[in-house]
T-cell receptor
Framework: GAVVSQHPSRVICKSGTSVKIECRSL??????MFWYRQFPKQSLMLMAT?????????EQGVEKDKFLINHASLTLSTLTVTSAHPEDSSFYIC??????????FGPGTRLTVL | AQRVTQPEKLLSVFKGAPVELKCNYS??????LFWYVQYSRQRLQLLLR??SRESIKGFTADLNKGETSFHLKKPFAQEEDSAMYYC??????????FGAGTRLTVKP
């Protein structure tokens, strides 16, 4: 149980386009999901906390208009990277939270912006 | 397939007792492994990484390639060590694979 999926696993796009990444909790409902960004050889960086039915809470330094987060249902949160640029190329990981059990991480999405 | 397994979802020890959080990995290449910790109401944070061979907050973890393990150990647990611990495997392309996590409770 407690499986989190992400789609797509890899995406390559041209600079200036927008990319949507989906995070799904497959066998449980998650009122809270998290979006992380992984820089090479560095620790995860929390980008935002996504709460079902309300606006996401962004970490300091993360552009809200750049990284749009929608958590429209208890099993799906989406991260849209708008007008992507090469510096947005990274590994994005989501996690879904189950109270008292912790966070369950998705497999990640590798974004490459050309 | 690359996989990280943390067999214990819950682990409870008494203060002052030794603690070991198990992590096993499946990876054919040369692994780079991490331990992350999340204290209550705080964000996930890096605890240690095997390549630095450091000890953070009294925790150590040794990579055992023969057993494909990276267990996290501390000789004397403290109450403030109570948290969620995640073992993670970094792949050559910097993708990460996380274990399911172990909730450690240190009782007084």
């Amino acid at each position: 149980g407690a499986v989190v999926s992400q789609h797509p696993s890899r995406v390559i796009c041209k600079s200036g386009t927008s990319v949507k990444i989906e995070c799904r909790s497959l066998d449980f409902q998650a009122t809270t999901m998290f979006w992380y960004r992984q820089f090479p050889k560095q620790s995860l960086m929390l980008m935002a906390t996504s709460n079902e039915g309300s606006k996401a809470t962004y970490e300091q330094g993360v552009e809200k208009d750049k990284f749009l987060i929608n958590h429209a249902s208890l099993t799906l949160s989406t991260l849209t990277v708008t007008s992507a640029h090469p510096e947005d190329s990274s590994f994005y990981i989501c996690s879904a939270s189950i109270p008292a059990l912790g966070q369950f991480f998705g497999p990640g999405t590798r974004l490459t912006v050309l | 397939a690359q996989r990280v397994t943390q067999p214990e979802k819950l682990l409870s020890v008494f203060k002052g007792a030794p603690v070991e959080l198990k992590c096993n990995y499946s990876y054919s290449g040369s692994p780079e492994l991490f331990w992350y910790v999340q204290y209550s109401r705080q964000r996930l944070q890096l605890l240690l990484r095997h390549i630095s061979r450091e000890s953070i907050k009294g925790f150590t973890a040794d990579l055992n390639k023969g057993e494909t393990s990276f267990h996290l150990k501390k000789p004397f647990a403290q109450e403030e060590d109570s948290a969620m611990y995640y073992c993670a495997l970094s792949l050559p392309n910097n993708d990460m694979r996380f274990g399911a996590g172990t909730r450690l409770t240190v009782k007084p």
